[in-house]
């Protein structure tokens, strides 16, 4: 199974560049890296997806070293919206079933002014 | 947003009661998924299912189970709800094994009184 590792907690002042780092030592080949957002009282909301290297949207970069052993979410200008808990997840998929998703504990950005 | 319900939102119920909570898509997602969410535990997966009569277990599967006789419907009972089953209920889905964009819906909060 391919297992996550975050930082439980972080803080980061409004305006500033926010990384999060996500140890996947043990990803399969087929895996996908996928990141997701959580407010309070919400669902998780997807942010970004990625295989290797590096993929940017409207709301965050992520970079894949080659080895693909971790991952790094990158959060530009953060506002004191982007307050939430973010998720690393990596695809675990038992051959001939669905990939379980499996969660970790997530990390808890706190923006502040 | 993916169209997945969840219903109820709220539930109280008495301990030693049956509970089932209903997952409910619009997308034609192969797969769908339940997990808990408890504070200090992330979200946690309860069953999963990757096709219609095809389900699985999650990390945290005792004292739940689950049934899909049609792909937009998963439904999770708690067949004699206990306090320790408190907790908020998300019920995910997601298109195909590829990749691990998953969709969830809004939340059901149960309180086993």
């Known amino acids: 199974l391919a297992k996550t590792t975050q930082p439980i907690s972080m803080d980061s002042y409004e305006g500033q560049e926010v990384n999060i780092t996500c140890s996947h030592n043990?990803?399969?080949?087929?895996?996908?890296i996928t990141w997701y957002q959580q407010f309070p009282s919400q669902g998780p909301r997807f942010i970004i997806q990625?295989?290797?290297t590096k993929v940017t949207n409207e709301v965050a970069s992520l970079f894949i070293p080659a080895d693909r052993k971790s991952s790094t979410l990158s959060l530009p200008r953060v506002s004191l919206s982007d307050t939430a808990v973010y998720y690393c997840?990596?695809?675990?998929?038992?051959?001939?079933?669905?990939?379980?998703?499996?969660f970790g504990t997530g990390t808890r950005l706190q923006v502040t002014l | 947003d993916a169209g997945i319900t969840q219903s109820p939102r709220h539930k109280v119920t008495e301990t030693g009661t049956p509970v089932t909570l209903r997952c409910h898509q619009t997308?034609?997602?192969?797969?769908m998924y339940w997990y808990r969410q408890d504070p200090g535990h992330g979200l946690r997966l309860i069953h999963y299912s990757y096709g219609v009569k095809d389900t699985d277990k999650g990390e945290v599967s005792d004292g739940y189970s689950v049934s899909r006789s049609k792909t937009e419907d998963f439904l999770l009972t708690l067949e004699s709800a206990t306090s320790s089953q408190t907790s908020v209920y998300f019920c995910a889905t997601t298109f195909n094994t590829g990749n691990t964009e998953a969709f969830f819906g809004q939340g059901t909060r149960l309180t086993v009184v």
């Open positions: 997840l990596v695809g675990d998929r038992p051959a001939g079933t669905a990939s379980k998703l499996t």
């Open positions: 990625g295989y290797k």
């Open positions: 997308e034609n997602h192969r797969y």
């Open positions: 043990n990803i399969a080949t087929n895996d996908y």
